[in-house]
């Protein structure tokens, strides 16, 4: 997917599940449960054992999956091989970005100030994710937007239901939320209608 198809299906579907689990019992139920809610796009987690295992078997069931927390460029190429279809960082990493600038992939690249989201930008990143964005709030993103028109940009960190129409209302393209929707036990312990619910709950509450 180009980067500016990227963006379009962010526009269009502006939510990603972030996963961090001890561990998920059926990777692609996962994403079928999130779905079923609403949730079409899903970002596993280096941060959760055997995430390459699980991504590739969600990819291979059709779902749309990337891979978050991605540090290095083995990371960027274990990860692109498992079938990732986007890579997501929590800061600025210029090798992550080359490795999806290599292979086509969209990058979204973690940043706060407005020098790393200038940053992320010139390394090639599809989109800059803003993060902790619910530390700084959704008038930072606003006063982000007002330089950086252009620059697309993804609240992510602690986005709920409570403030995930704010951050859309000041300019986010998209949205990552995380344990609001999935929390680590209910993945863990396979919870699928509990996480449909939450995923619907969250996808109604949006503008």
Known sequence: MTADAFRAALAADPVIAVIR????????ALCAALAAGGIHRTEFTFTTPDATTHLARAAAAGHHV?????????????????????????????EVAR?????????VLGALT???????????AAAVKVFPARTFGPGYLRDLRGPFPDIPLIASGGIDTHNAPAFLAAGALALCTGTDVAPPQAVATAAWPTITH?????TTALP
């Open 21 to 28: 689990a001890p561990r998920i019992p059926d990777a692609a």
């Open 66 to 94: 990337g891979m978050g927390t991605v540090l290095t460029a083995d990371q960027a190429e274990e990860a692109l091989a498992a079938g990732a279809s986007f890579l997501v960082t929590p800061g600025l990493r210029p």
């Open 99 to 107: 490795a999806a600038v290599r292979a086509g992939v969209p990058a």
């Open 114 to 124: 407005p020098t790393e989201v200038a940053t992320a930008h010139d390394l090639g």
């Open 198 to 202: 939450r995923a619907h709950t969250f």
